[in-house]
């Protein structure tokens, strides 16, 4: 029974288990979502200090100060970053202080060096003072028990620098899953030989395999399951050890397309096969001895495609992330299309920004075996299930791929990503 995009997507993230986590060192976490909470074990930074490089003093004794009637300092002392002071200021006395340094006792305001004039041993103060000028106050970035990070935050650089900061060199991050990729088919031969007549290269075990290495997983390529059911249960027995298999081809109606049955022959469970979306429409889903199994297409954009719906936010939600979707956007299509009813499809097309407003056009012809459509794609043009026909300078929804990349969504001016969401 075909089913529709929705409940596909329903009874596949239903299914997905987030993974348990893994200590790792800060630099591999960065990406990845942390599993714990992360409070401040002192305040940070832990003394008042000078954000600029300068004259620590007492604001009192700058009142009224100008460049035209300065105020005469005595210099205490000069203090480096990462040195202590050593003489508390008191009246009509200044520090000399370098950015970072931690501010002496009795000064309650730092003045620029650039508003002053030295002299051997005073400084010539050109500008009033007021409490707590250039002064990084101690816990202005964190005080001691603070929750820094919480549990489930996605680790990015500036979080990644935060726990450098507090003196965390490892956090505990979700585990990234090992993803088993199996190509099927008597048609296909490895990358490195020449294809014969009627062979081709086995291209999709490679596009799996980048599609999930970057959304965080481990791909482990398996190879070719040639087109006998003895063989494809074996590679399927021997994939358990992963924790998802994705396997391409085999899942059509021809009398060689093997997989859904091997799927049910060796007692596991098939909860569907055949979605209402083109290109994708074949793909079975289920479980071989408790490890997830995606029976994909065999043509290439269809793999693609069918990854981009379905296996993504899996491996997404299996790692702990929440925002799990592409980014939508509205666009205007450049051109008229056509269009099967009761089929969602997924245009390949490249959205640029012209004129003010973001355009759409079709990256050529959409044969789901043209893997050129999907290469030069920055976007996948949403047409719903009863629409037949869109109008040239018509309104559509574009899912975008996350491809920063020349030519990729990242370089559309002005694009403001929303919340990702389904389609």
Same mark, same amino acid.
């Given at each position: ?29 960065? !990406? ?20 600029? %490089? ?6 009192? %004794?700058?009142? !009224? ?10 210099? *205490? ?30 000064? %309650? ?46 680790? @990015?650089?500036? +979080? ?25 088919? %008597? ?38 399951? @040639?087109?006998?059911? &003895? ?52 793909? =079975? ?23 981009? +719906? ?52 079709? *990256? ?10 999907? =290469? ?30 020349? !030519? ?11 919340? &990702?969401?389904?389609?």
């Amino acid at each position: 029974m075909v089913i529709s995009l929705e409940e596909a997507r329903r009874i596949v993230l239903e299914a997905c288990r987030p993974l348990g986590l893994e200590k790792v060192d800060i630099l591999a976490a960065c !990406g990845r979502v942390i599993g714990e909470d992360v409070y401040s074990p002192r305040d940070i930074p832990a003394r008042a200090n000078s954000a600029k %490089d300068g004259y620590a003093l007492r604001s009192a %004794d700058v009142q !009224g100060a100008s460049a035209s009637r300065p105020v005469e300092l005595k210099v *205490t002392e000069t203090i480096a970053a990462g040195k202590l002071p050593r003489i508390r200021i008191g009246k009509g006395q200044a520090a000399r202080i370098m950015t970072g340094a931690v501010v002496p006792e009795g000064a %309650d305001a730092v003045v620029c060096r650039e508003d002053t004039k030295e002299t051997a041993k005073t400084v010539l103060v050109g500008i009033t003072a007021s409490p707590g000028l250039e002064i990084r106050p101690a816990g202005e970035d964190l005080t001691k028990g603070d929750l820094a990070i919480k549990a489930g935050a996605v680790l @990015r650089p500036g +979080q990644i620098g935060l726990l450098a900061s507090m003196g965390k060199s490892f956090v505990y991050v979700h585990q990234r899953p090992r993803v088993a990729i199996l190509a099927t088919g %008597d048609e296909l031969v490895e990358i490195d030989d020449e294809p014969p007549a009627g062979k081709i290269v086995n291209s999709n075990s490679y596009s799996l395999a980048a599609l999930v290495g970057a959304c965080g997983g481990i791909p482990v390529m398996l190879g070719i399951g @040639r087109d006998r059911k &003895a063989e494809l249960a074996r590679f399927f027995r021997q994939a358990g050890r992963a924790d998802i298999i994705l396997s391409s081809g085999g899942v059509s109606v021809g009398d060689f397309d093997f997989v859904k049955d091997v799927m049910r022959d060796i007692g596991n469970e098939m909860h569907f096969w055949q979605v209402a979306m083109r290109p994708g429409k074949p793909l =079975a889903f289920g479980s071989v001895g408790g490890v997830p199994l995606f029976g994909l297409p065999g043509n290439p954009v269809s793999v693609m495609v069918s990854f981009e +719906q379905f296996v993504r936010p899996f491996l997404l939600k299996m790692q702990g992330y929440t925002n799990i979707f592409r980014p939508m956007m509205k666009v205007i299509n450049a051109r008229s299309i056509k269009k099967q009813v009761g089929l969602k499809h997924f245009l390949r097309a490249v959205v640029s920004y012209e004129k003010g407003r973001y355009v759409a056009r079709l *990256t050529g012809e959409q044969g789901s075996g043209i893997l050129k459509s999907m =290469a030069t794609a920055n976007a996948l043009m949403v047409i719903p299930e009863q629409k037949a026909y869109v109008k040239k300078g018509e309104e559509v929804v574009v899912q975008l791929l996350d491809d920063f990349t020349t !030519g990729g969504s990242a370089n559309l001016p002005g694009l403001v990503f929303g919340q &990702a969401a389904e389609v």
